[in-house]
């Protein structure tokens, strides 16, 4: 009976899952690490509904190009300053932007308002002066793959390469993969996505796509990040490394660093 009640339940969300289901994706905390080690400037982006926070991490001189940050599923922007950083003492401008809820953002993260702010994002980093003449690297750590390859599609010819990092395929992909066997396929009939990466990868058109996964990842299968390369069109890369989910910039710097290059010569 108690089983029985549980499955009733979930369904009873999942098939309402238009908006209260969302904060079962975004664990956003508040409070910012200590990051005074770290040059950066702060900005402030306005939205419809919300007042977003972010960082800018501005290298020595020129920039190689200019990086726009999507982050993962929880913390917030300075969680991914290990990550972003090494970027940063390479020659890029990097971009890390908190969505609803998250660090000093306000708000509450719902599928829909991330899409929907990220194209304000967008627009506005764009818009500015000491972007304007760079090339426009558009990367995405974890679930923050499924907002990177929608905004790469959406705006394919103002950006000139796609970098996911730890591909969450579909947001229903990462629900049924991380439940038990018993639930999947409920999850899977009744759980549908707004807007996936495996999808929205078939409409990036030509601009590069650098997919990073680790074979070895325990938190997002490397199948879902396979499945999102098998689905994008050419130009495109494969990497797979070794290694904990998103370590490849600590395990594969150089390596790292050097593809990154390329995609904006």
């Given at each position: 009976?108690?089983?029985?009640?549980?499955?009733?339940?979930?369904?009873?969300?999942?098939?309402?899952?238009?908006?209260?289901?969302?904060?079962?994706?975004?664990?956003?905390?508040?409070?910012?690490?200590?990051?005074?080690?770290?040059?950066?400037?702060?900005?402030?982006?306005?939205?419809?509904?919300?007042?977003?926070?972010?960082?800018?991490?501005?290298?020595?001189?020129?920039?190689?190009?200019?990086?726009?940050?999507?982050?993962?599923?929880?913390?917030?922007?300075?969680?991914y300053i290990p990550i972003v950083k090494p970027m940063a003492d390479a020659g890029f401008r990097v971009f890390m932007i908190d969505m609803q809820?998250?660090?000093?953002?306000?708000?509450?993260?719902?599928?829909?308002?991330?899409a929907m702010d990220a194209q304000v994002v967008i627009n506005t980093i764009l818009q500015r002066e000491d972007v304007v003449h760079t090339k426009?690297?558009?990367?995405?750590?974890?679930?923050?793959?499924?907002?990177?390859?929608?905004?790469?599609?959406?705006?394919?010819?103002?950006?000139?390469?796609?970098?996911?990092?730890?591909?969450?395929?579909?947001?229903?992909?990462?629900?049924?993969?991380?439940?038990?066997?018993?639930?999947?396929?409920?999850?899977?009939?009744?759980?549908?996505?707004?807007?996936?990466?495996?999808?929205?990868?078939?409409?990036?058109?030509?601009?590069?796509?650098?997919?990073?996964?680790?074979?070895?990842?325990?938190?997002?299968?490397?199948?879902?990040?396979?499945?999102?390369?098998?689905?994008?069109?050419?130009?495109?890369?494969?990497?797979?490394?070794?290694?904990?989910?998103?370590?490849?910039?600590?395990?594969?710097?150089?390596?790292?660093?050097?593809?990154?290059?390329?995609?904006?010569?």
């Amino acid at each position: 009976m108690r089983a029985s009640l549980v499955i009733i339940v979930l369904l009873s969300i999942v098939q309402n899952a238009s908006g209260q289901f969302d904060d079962k994706f975004y664990f956003p905390k508040k409070k910012w690490d200590n990051i005074d080690t770290v040059k950066y400037d702060e900005l402030t982006i306005k939205t419809d509904t919300a007042v977003l926070s972010g960082i800018i991490l501005v290298p020595k001189g020129k920039p190689l190009g200019t990086i726009i940050y999507f982050h993962g599923a929880g913390g917030n922007v300075t969680t991914y300053i290990p990550i972003v950083k090494p970027m940063a003492d390479a020659g890029f401008r990097v971009f890390m932007i908190d969505m609803q809820g998250y660090g000093k953002s306000t708000g509450k993260p719902t599928h829909m308002d991330i899409a929907m702010d990220a194209q304000v994002v967008i627009n506005t980093i764009l818009q500015r002066e000491d972007v304007v003449h760079t090339k426009i690297i558009i990367m995405g750590a974890s679930m923050g793959t499924q907002i990177a390859t929608k905004m790469a599609k959406d705006n394919h010819d103002r950006v000139a390469a796609l970098v996911l990092e730890g591909a969450v395929s579909s947001f229903t992909d990462i629900a049924a993969d991380t439940s038990p066997k018993a639930q999947q396929d409920m999850i899977r009939n009744f759980l549908k996505s707004p807007y996936s990466a495996k999808e929205d990868i078939k409409q990036t058109g030509d601009i590069p796509k650098l997919i990073i996964h680790s074979s070895e990842d325990s938190t997002v299968p490397f199948k879902e990040g396979k499945l999102v390369y098998d689905n994008a069109p050419q130009p495109k890369e494969l990497w797979e490394v070794k290694g904990a989910h998103l370590d490849a910039i600590n395990l594969y710097r150089a390596e790292f660093i050097d593809k990154l290059k390329k995609l904006v010569k």
